[in-house]
């Protein structure tokens, strides 16, 4: 996947750079430790929305679906199955039309097993930035 990274951090840099923007601004408001996925989602979720970065997010999906040669089903919204802010972080998800999945992840957000709990990786775009091509 190493075409869609390069493609999408050429393209969308600020925007990743905003998300981890946002989730820094998250974390410093929890209270370690955090064990409830609610308790990132959420203020991570109003962040995003709040800066606009919903929008964004889609223009991401687009470039990486771009890069992988593929055409979409559907067109994208801000909503799931499309965008989802989970506890890691915002999941672009798009299925193709050959049947494949396309999903990205901006990983700002690490979850340690045992004790479960959710930390702040400060991650550089490149870091934040993952994704997976999977078959139909």
Request: charged share 25%; aromatic share 4%; with cysteine.
């Amino acid at each position: 996947m190493t075409g869609v990274h390069e493609q999408v951090l050429c393209a969308h840099r600020g925007c990743i750079a905003a998300v981890i923007d946002a989730g820094a601004t998250v974390a410093a408001g929890l209270e370690e430790p955090v064990t409830d996925p609610a308790a990132v989602r959420e203020p991570f979720d109003r962040q995003l929305r709040e800066q606009g970065l919903d929008e964004e997010l889609l223009g991401l999906l687009d470039t990486a679906v771009n890069a992988v040669n593929g055409e979409r089903r559907g067109e994208p919204v801000a909503a799931p199955p499309y965008l989802a802010v989970t506890s890691r972080g915002p999941v672009c998800r798009a299925t193709l039309t050959d049947g494949r999945r396309l999903v990205v992840l901006l990983a700002a957000f690490e979850v340690r097993r045992r004790p479960r709990r959710y930390r702040f990786r400060d991650p550089s775009p490149a870091e934040c930035l993952q994704s997976s091509l999977e078959p139909g």
